[in-house]
Nanobody, 122 residues
Framework: HVQLVESGGGSVEVGGSLRPSCVAS????????MRWFRQAPGKEREGVAT????????DYADSVKGRFTISQDGAENTVYLQMNSLKPEDTGMYYC?????????????????WGQGTQVTV
């Protein structure tokens, strides 16, 4: 069973930066695809940044392109989300998730492992 633990959220002023992290109990490369999601009150959960752990390929939602960067440290089994130029609309609970073995990164239902979330308030 894989556990994901997020930390590093907080409150920041408009234009500020935060760098949440997600530590996995399994080697991150074995998880193949990891994604940061966020959910604001009254809104649906949305994916904001994805990393394919084996290749390092990344993908971003349009709303965060140029401001957020997802990265990984395989030795530490950790995935980071560097968030710059934060806006009030970035406020929400941020979750990291990983696809289950054999899953498809393009299929939301295949994200079988979730962290408890870390709050970001701008």
């Amino acid at each position: 069973h894989v556990q994901l633990v997020e930390s590093g959220g907080g409150s920041v002023e408009v234009g500020g930066s935060l760098r949440p992290s997600c530590v996995a109990s399994a080697h991150s490369f074995s998880l193949r695809c990891m994604r940061w999601f966020r959910q604001a009150p009254g809104k649906e959960r949305e994916g904001v940044a994805t990393i394919t752990t084996g290749t390092g390929n990344t993908d971003y939602a349009d709303s965060v392109k140029g401001r957020f960067t997802i990265s990984q440290d395989g030795a530490e089994n950790t995935v980071y989300l560097q968030m710059n130029s934060l806006k009030p609309e970035d406020t929400g609970m941020y979750y990291c998730a990983a696809i289950r073995p054999g899953g498809n990164c393009g299929s939301l239902g295949d994200f079988g492992y979730w962290g408890q979330g870390t709050q970001v308030t701008v």
